[in-house]
């Protein structure tokens, strides 16, 4: 919601357009698409060694959840400002904050249940699933990469 709301401005502040921010989370979405397809763990999907040696020492590891890489990491935030900066109405912004709310309530029910689902599912079942979301979000990343490239007018159109 931070970025939802501020992101135009810090983009400003450091002087990045809307097509950089398009290409250069494009660029780190498929990083995450392409670990996601072939079953590997990176740094933009899990944690450092200095993260979790932290949470081990720490009395509140709340914010060292396994998920929060891919909720609040940088595909997240690329995806939330270029989302709510491409809003051409305040109906199409309190439209996005309104997807953001009902995705993070569908992700807190789902870590929820995310051990009876993992056993319903079973191993192969994950894999299959984490590979099919990979390619969706492959091809969603390589959109962008291609949206931020004909916006900047590096390529003359």
Excluded: Y
């Excluded at 250069?24 to 590997?40: E, K, S």
């Excluded at 690329?78 to 109906?91: E, M, R």
């Excluded at 689902?117 to 990979?134: D, E, K, M, N, P």
């Amino acid at each position: 919601m931070f970025f939802a709301f501020l992101g135009n401005v810090i983009l400003d502040i450091f002087g990045i357009t809307i097509p950089a921010l398009r290409t250069a989370g494009g660029v780190l979405l498929l990083l995450i698409a392409i670990d996601m397809v072939f079953a590997r763990h990176s740094g933009g999907t899990g944690t450092t060694d200095e993260e979790e040696s932290e949470a081990r020492h720490a009395h509140d590891i709340s914010v060292f959840p396994l998920a929060m890489p891919l909720l609040a990491g940088p595909g997240a935030i690329s995806a939330v400002i270029l989302l709510t900066t491409g809003a051409d109405s305040d109906a199409e912004f309190w439209l996005v904050i309104a997807a953001i709310i009902v995705i993070l309530f569908l992700a807190w029910v789902t870590l929820l249940v995310a051990i009876p689902i993992q056993r319903l599912l079973g191993l192969t079942g994950l894999s299959v699933a984490s590979r099919i979301v990979g390619i969706l979000l492959a091809a969603l990343a390589v959109q962008f990469v291609f949206d931020g490239v004909k916006a900047s007018g590096l390529l003359g159109g």
